[in-house]
């Protein structure tokens, strides 16, 4: 197939150089399309000698040939690699001022972008906004790693590594989506109960086929999201929280009863992952970061029906991943200090963009996790929650300790917003009871019968 390879001026620059190596092997034409300040970081003649075309720039040249249309017009897949935060804007706001911005404006095949940037630039709101809209246009925006950046520094924006890309590219112009992997290279997990990783047996994407079940989901889509994400801060050391996996597993299990398709994303469970049958799609992610690309990935590839977030997702990663163990001094007396910065709230993020009118399920339904205090009960707690999220169902669970964590067992109440009424009901038994009759109560809904 014919590949166009955007290039932005990062330093990063010289990783499309071996994308395009691997894209070649493979068999593909790629025609190699570097923006001006990509050429000061790699020279035009590594581009033309590793791909056999002549590096063109701007749309004043090959003139006669309307190159920018013709381009767009023969590619069958767009991979831009790296995206600085300026390319992204750029390609956001629809400009055309060179040959890339022009060409991908032409074209109408997928488009694949994996950004690269210094962590405070990946992370302004100017850059999400961009990737939002970006992703809005039907764009797989590959989220970069997080690692070793241009100086000492590192943090979220690294340019995932060229196999990466490559694989999220085909399988973005197959119409599927790669296995979400732990990039084990710059986001190790931990001894012991490690989570899923690339050579993990159940990590990856697996969607056995089959015929499509009866039931009272029969023929909805529900995406699933379970167990505890981790956010690595050296390659031993995580930070964790104390979810098995096993409500959110439940609920894929009761919504495939049902006869729902479903595509389950599995942070790290204390529990085996469901084994492979029809309607099944599992995913295995590490951190909230991958967490959040695969739920918007499962729900931009096809429309579901429902979004359940039963995961328990940190709401903050260590701000810099360091790339050796830390050490302590045998001299100093004093710890180190980890700085922690906010991860997006995905639910939240999910039902603003249900507002905005992109792809969204029809039903959102979170899972709130609430010790309760002096100052509020559980329950009031979960009203609030359930204000704040946006969502249409929340499922409170109070927690503690001894209680629900681990335990197959749950007390919980599951609030339903009716209009502006807010329904209460009680549930206490099995962690699968509970899932059983949120799935009931999800194939009631008047949302999902009006799909
Ligand atoms: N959630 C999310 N993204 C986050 C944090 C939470 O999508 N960064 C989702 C969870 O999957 C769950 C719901 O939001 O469905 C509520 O999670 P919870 O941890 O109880 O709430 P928080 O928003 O983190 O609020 P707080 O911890 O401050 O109570």
């Given at each position: 197939m014919r590949i166009i390879l955007g290039i932005g001026g990062?330093?990063?620059?010289?990783k499309a150089a071996m994308l395009l190596r691997l894209f070649s092997e493979a068999g593909h034409d790629v025609v190699p399309m570097p923006t001006d300040s990509a050429l000061r970081f790699v020279g035009a003649p590594t581009f033309e000698a590793l791909s056999g075309h002549p590096v063109r720039v701007s749309v004043f040249e090959d003139v006669e040939t309307v190159n920018h249309v013709r381009q767009g017009e023969q590619a069958d897949l767009i991979v831009v690699a790296p995206a600085t935060a300026d390319l992204l804007a750029r390609l956001a706001a629809g400009r055309a001022d060179d040959l890339l911005t022009g060409t991908v404006l032409t074209a109408t095949c997928p488009v694949v972008i994996a950004p690269a940037m210094h962590t405070q630039m990946w992370e302004n709101p100017a850059t999400r906004r961009n990737v939002e809209i970006l992703r809005g246009y039907g764009y797989t925006v590959v989220e970069p790693a997080v690692g070793r950046l241009t100086g000492r520094d590192s943090g979220a924006g690294r340019l995932p590594e060229p196999a990466e890309i490559r694989d999220a590219a085909l399988a973005a112009h197959a119409g599927t989506r790669p296995r979400a992997t732990a990039?084990?290279?710059?986001r190790p997990q931990t001894a012991?109960?490690?989570?899923?990783?690339?050579?993990?047996?159940?990590?990856g994407d697996r969607t056995p086929g089959g015929p499509r079940r009866e039931g009272p989901l029969g023929g909805r889509r529900v995406v699933v999201t379970a167990g505890g994400t981790r956010e690595p801060l050296d390659p031993v050391r995580f930070l964790g929280n104390r979810s098995s996996g096993k409500q959110g597993i439940a609920v894929a299990r009761a919504a495939l009863d049902a006869g729902a398709e479903v595509t389950l994303l599995l942070a790290h469970t204390e529990v085996p992952a469901p084994a492979?049958?029809?309607g099944l799609t599992i995913r295995s992610v590490g951190t909230a970061l991958e967490l959040r690309e695969a739920v918007f990935a499962a729900l931009a590839e096809q429309p579901a029906d429902a979004l359940v977030m039963t995961a328990a997702v940190a709401d903050f990663r260590p701000g810099a991943y360091r790339e050796s163990k830390i050490k302590k001094d045998p001299e100093a007396t004093d710890a180190p200090v980890i700085e922690l910065v906010r991860n997006p709230d995905i639910l939240r993020e999910v039902v603003q963009r249900r507002g905005e009118g992109g792809p969204a399920p029809a039903l959102i339904v979170g899972f709130a996790a609430e010790t309760g205090s002096e100052e509020a009960s559980v329950a009031e707690l979960g009203r609030a929650k359930l204000c704040s999220k946006g969502s249409d169902v929340l499922v409170v669970n109070q927690v503690g300790?001894?209680?629900?964590?681990?335990?197959d067992r749950t007390a919980a109440t599951i609030l339903v917003r009716r209009g502006s009424e807010t329904e209460e009901t009680d549930v206490a038994g099995g962690k699968d009871d509970l899932a059983r009759r949120l799935v009931e109560l999800m194939a009631s809904h008047p949302d999902m019968r009006r799909r």
């Open positions: 990062g330093i990063a620059a010289y990039r084990t290279e710059v012991g109960h490690a989570g899923p990783r690339a050579d993990d047996e159940r990590a492979e049958e029809a300790t001894d209680l629900v964590f681990g335990s």
